[in-house]
């Protein structure tokens, strides 16, 4: 069984959709929504949909997309896991394809930055992932080019010797990919078309000063992931 993720906040135009939309790609799936307490009432839209493999965890004291990831992960049933941002920005028709290379790999990871992947969002939104994502790989010395894509599909296996941070924002996955390979689990990517989202706000802001903050946290991060024993 596949057990796929969906952390919200606030994403009540886009939830069910994005459901329905997972439901028609995925066979023998399992949905895990993790909302915390979104104002916009995501979670009551989620509680409508009557379905046996479409679950509802509601955190009202906790928050945070990595902590959220990393619940959903616990208390989900698949043999494989896949995670993904509740937006639209990550289109659900990819997850077979990333679930069927893990015939071959541990880890399949959806990108923007292999052969065949684009990023279609805002010039200055990419131009801060691209040289961000160059940072990373330099630092850690990662062979995986998108290495804050928050879209992936990873046997449950690795969770046994690789855990993931419920710390951060992004960051989360830039370690999350680090530790992998650190621990020579085979990891591919996966090329996607990725856009901006239609409907709500962007999480992390869309002008130069919230991107260079959250570039300056990505930064450090990556610093004491590649340091700190």
């Given at each position: 069984?596949?057990?796929?993720?969906?952390?919200?906040?606030?994403e009540?135009?886009?939830?069910?959709?994005?459901?329905?939309?997972?439901?028609?790609?995925?066979?023998?799936?399992?949905?895990m929504?993790?909302?915390?307490?979104?104002?916009?009432?995501?979670?009551?839209?989620?509680?409508?949909?009557?379905?046996?493999n479409?679950?509802?965890?509601?955190?009202?004291?906790?928050?945070?997309?990595?902590?959220?990831?990393?619940?959903?992960?616990?208390?989900?049933?698949?043999?494989?896991?896949?995670?993904?941002?509740?937006d639209?920005?990550?289109?659900?028709?990819?997850?077979?394809?990333?679930?069927?290379?893990?015939?071959?790999?541990?880890?399949?990871?959806?990108?923007?930055y292999?052969?065949?992947?684009?990023?279609?969002?805002?010039?200055?939104?990419?131009?801060?992932?691209?040289?961000?994502?160059?940072?990373?790989?330099?630092?850690?010395m990662?062979?995986?080019?998108?290495?804050?894509?928050?879209?992936?599909?990873?046997?449950?296996?690795?969770?046994?010797?690789?855990?993931?941070?419920?710390?951060?924002?992004?960051?989360?996955?830039?370690?999350?990919?680090?530790?992998?390979?650190?621990?020579?689990?085979?990891?591919?990517?996966?090329?996607?078309?990725?856009?901006?989202?239609?409907?709500?706000?962007?999480?992390?802001?869309?002008?130069?000063?919230?991107?260079?903050?959250?570039?300056?946290?990505?930064?450090?991060?990556?610093?004491?992931?590649?340091?700190?024993?």
């Amino acid at each position: 069984m596949i057990s796929v993720i969906l952390p919200t906040y606030n994403e009540k135009g886009n939830i069910v959709k994005l459901i329905n939309s997972i439901l028609s790609n995925v066979k023998n799936c399992e949905i895990m929504v993790v909302d915390d307490n979104s104002p916009d009432l995501t979670w009551k839209d989620v509680q409508k949909i009557k379905k046996k493999n479409v679950k509802l965890i509601r955190r009202i004291k906790e928050k945070g997309l990595a902590s959220a990831i990393s619940r959903g992960i616990e208390e989900s049933k698949g043999n494989v896991i896949v995670w993904m941002d509740c937006d639209l920005s990550h289109p659900p028709s990819l997850i077979p394809e990333l679930v069927k290379k893990l015939n071959k790999y541990d880890i399949a990871v959806a990108s923007r930055y292999v052969n065949g992947g684009a990023d279609k969002r805002k010039f200055i939104r990419v131009f801060t992932s691209r040289i961000f994502n160059i940072y990373a790989q330099l630092i850690l010395m990662l062979r995986v080019k998108d290495t804050d894509s928050g879209f992936i599909a990873v046997k449950r296996d690795v969770f046994k010797k690789v855990s993931l941070s419920k710390e951060g924002y992004g960051e989360y996955f830039i370690q999350f990919v680090y530790e992998c390979q650190k621990n020579n689990f085979k990891i591919t990517e996966v090329p996607y078309l990725f856009k901006d989202r239609e409907i709500g706000e962007s999480k992390t802001g869309e002008s130069l000063i919230p991107l260079l903050k959250q570039g300056f946290n990505y930064g450090v991060r990556v610093l004491k992931i590649r340091f700190t024993k």
